[in-house]
């Protein structure tokens, strides 16, 4: 049984992932709606359309996970099923980290105003950038398989003579599973930083012209920075809550500190679907509508009611 913290902060996180995920699903369908009407798709709205849907199912993984860390102790026990959700999840994890960095860097390539000569090249190339990191995609998969197909052996063989998994062994072959993610991380990170520069100059450029639109690109600018600042600590926040959740697969006793690193990791997929549901004008226009229809439907209601 659950004391009375780990049942609050249990349901913090489910609250968490039932938000980000209900985000996600509205990303999704408003991107696919959109699709529908105008018979075309966007790069942009291709990424944040797979960021939604993988993130969906990563978060689904993530909770069915923790349920079973909780409710049964055997997180990584030799059950076939186990071993699936093992494969999903190296799959979906990089294909995330995938959608979310190419979104980055596509904000970057589009916004971002640098007069180097690289700059200028990736900006007239960027679909061999999107094409490059689909294939740093695939290599990741192709040597995180065999690498995790040896865990899942060792585990089995450890298992069967009750031989308990050595943690520096597992956190070693973790780490070299997650270097695609942690090469996705980087380049987001940079991608970032480096608009966020961009963003800055322009706007200490604006300050010495006077018009009357000045306050409002500088307001503009401002608040494009503080969504990218906003990314970066969310995203930095999951790889830490990832940690801890990693982490306590070796602390029998440590169910608290393990729903605290979920709700640590559930505040990305949570909070950043939010983030991009009201900074881009098309999802935003659509969920206007959702609440003005959702409005009407109450009206309607009452006066029934009444």
Known sequence: MLSTAEGILLFISTSESILGILGDVFIGV???NYYVKNKKLSTIGFIISGL???????????IMGAYAKLFSGQL?????????INYLWVIINNLSALFATSLSVFYFLKIANFSHHMFLWLKRKINLVFIFLMGCLLVTWLLSFPLLEKLIQNSKRNTSQQVPIKKSDFIIVCGLLNMGVIFYFVVAV???????ISLWRHRSRMQS????FRDLNREAHVKAMQVLISFIILYILYFIGMAIVV?????????????FGLIITFLYPCCHSLILILTNSQLKQSFLQVVRRLKCLEIGTDLRAT
């Open 30 to 32: 408003a991107s696919c």
């Open 52 to 62: 939604a849907i993988s993130r969906i199912c990563l978060v689904w993984l993530l």
């Open 76 to 84: 990584l026990s030799p059950v076939n099923t186990n071993e699936y």
């Open 190 to 196: 940079t991608a970032c930083f480096l608009l966020i």
């Open 209 to 212: 012209h006077v018009s009357i």
């Open 247 to 259: 982490l306590c697969l070796f602390i029998p006793e440590g169910k608290l500190l393990f729903m």
